[in-house]
């Protein structure tokens, strides 16, 4: 990992600028020390960042920066689980990740996420949008499948599938929003329709005289959705931000 921070003190507001690039950060110790849970995401990451600012000015702070995450393999999360045995699609449960990039940039109080992809073998994630400082979501997303695993599905939900731009494959349209700490989305009324998943809302809910457990197995899957991580500056040794160019090995 190398990079510089620079500030001018003298100056009102003591604006600065730093830049930072690294390669083979593992990506296990990177969402521990920014909060995460370990172990969420495995494989070694690489990437850059650079941003300006105002000390004295929150307002004036603008960045950008990409990631890219290789021999990459996500956590099972309950939504995927829960998606991989309705669709009965093994490879949900776990995501062996072949391709794994974002591409971001910062404003005041902002972070834009422009690109996030994640592509496994058969299946391939992609998202956009919003994430405040506050926490607030809000990503627009895709989930798409080749005709070997869409093929497998059955028709009626097969048919909530339409065909992408991307010979072979074909996806539905998803939103995720909440915060951080408990996002939500629709993935599950996308995949299987909105018949189906009211069918499993009362399923996992229960009987309706025990109303403090109604679909509590739906709505912890889907607020179960992998966190955004956080830009790599945030999770930075201290070491890294001093007034004069560094390098570490």
Do not use: C
């Given at each position: 990992?190398n ?23 593992l990506?296990?110790?990177l ?60 490879e ?84 995720v ?8 989305t ?40 992998p ?23």
């Amino acid at each position: 990992m190398n990079g510089y921070f620079a500030m001018q003190p003298e100056t009102e507001d003591s604006p600065f600028t730093t830049s930072v690039k690294f390669h083979d950060v593992l990506a296990d110790e990177l969402v521990e020390n920014a909060g995460g849970t370990k172990g969420m995401v495995k494989g070694k990451l690489e990437g850059s960042f650079q941003a300006s600012g105002k000390t004295g000015d929150p307002e004036a702070l603008v960045g950008q920066g990409e990631i890219s995450l290789r021999d990459g393999r996500v956590q099972q999360y309950r939504l995927l689980v829960l998606l991989g045995q309705i669709l009965q699609i093994e490879e949900l449960q776990e995501l062996h990740l072949e391709q794994a990039d974002a591409k971001y940039h910062l404003r005041p109080g902002l972070i834009t996420i422009d690109e996030l992809v994640l592509h496994s073998p058969n299946i391939r994630l992609t998202s956009s949008g919003t994430v405040a400082f506050d926490g607030t979501l809000q990503l627009n997303s895709q989930l798409a499948i080749n005709d070997r695993i869409r093929g497998q599905l059955f028709k009626a939900i097969r048919d909530n599938f339409h065909r992408t731009d991307d010979q072979g494959y074909s996806a539905i349209e998803f939103q995720v929003g909440g915060t951080i700490e408990r996002p939500s989305t629709n993935l599950v009324e996308q995949v299987v329709g909105r018949d189906i998943s009211s069918m499993l809302n009362s399923f996992f809910g229960g009987k309706k005289n025990r109303p403090n457990k109604k679909k509590k197995a739906v709505e912890d899957a889907t607020t179960a959705m992998p966190s955004p991580s956080l830009p790599p500056e945030a999770a930075l040794p201290e070491g890294t931000a001093t007034p004069s160019p560094v390098a570490s090995p």
